[in-house]
Structure formats: C-alpha cells, structure tokens
C-alpha cells in the first residue's frame, strides 16, 4: 500500500505542475496578445494621423500657395498666353524612325502588311 500512495502522490505532483506550468503559459500568451493590441491601436493611431497629413497637404490651395511663395510661379492667365504660329511650307512632320532594339521586339509584320500601307 506505501508504494501505490507514493506512486499516486507522484502522478498527483505531476499533474500539479502540469496544472501550473499551463496556466503560466497561458499568462505569457495573454501578456503578449495585450502588447500585440496595443500595438495595434498605436499603428491604427499613426494610420489615421498619417492620411490626415496627406490629406492636408495635397490640398490644391496649399500647393498653389507653395507654388507662388517658394517657386515664384504664377498663375496662367489669357494676357500673358503668347502663340505661335508656323508656316505650311517651313516645316514638314516626318514619321520619326524606330529604333533597331525596339524595331526586332515590336514590329514583327512587314511594313507593307501593316495597316494603313507604306507611305
């Protein structure tokens, strides 16, 4: 009978620890699920910050603003818009050529099949 108490005070002791060791785990991982949510919230906070930021300023009245103070620029208006104009004859519009890298990726049918013909 001494043997069968000890041998039941052991798988008692065992349990216990057991018992123990799971809620000490179950602490540690609570601890860090709070520490993960408060992390959460803090980069939820600076999210929200962050786009109000943006938001303000890509504002188009701020960056007119800018633009007249630091870049001197002005706004366009029709007095100062100048025109120019070309004469029919003084300038001929050319296709401008394909390169030859571009030329063996691209244009894989003849210039001939193509639609719209040779010019």
């Known amino acids: 009978m001494n043997r069968l108490n000890i041998f039941l005070l052991m798988i008692v002791m065992g349990c216990a620890l057991s018992v123990v060791n799971a809620t000490n785990q179950q602490r540690q991982i609570f601890i860090q699920l709070q520490r993960a949510q408060s ?3 803090q980069l939820q906070q600076d999210y929200s910050q962050l786009q109000y ?10 960056i007119e603003q800018i633009a007249t103070a630091s870049l001197k620029m002005q706004a366009v208006s029709t007095g100062r818009t100048q025109y120019l104009t070309l004469d029919p004859g003084a300038a001929k519009a050319e296709d401008a ?3 030859t890298s571009a030329a063996s990726g691209f244009a894989t049918a003849p210039a001939a099949s193509r639609k719209g013909g040779v010019r």
């Open 97 to 99: 050529p394909i390169p």
């Open 53 to 62: 930021q943006q938001s303000a300023l890509s504002k188009t009245s701020r």
């Open 39 to 41: 992390q959460e919230r």
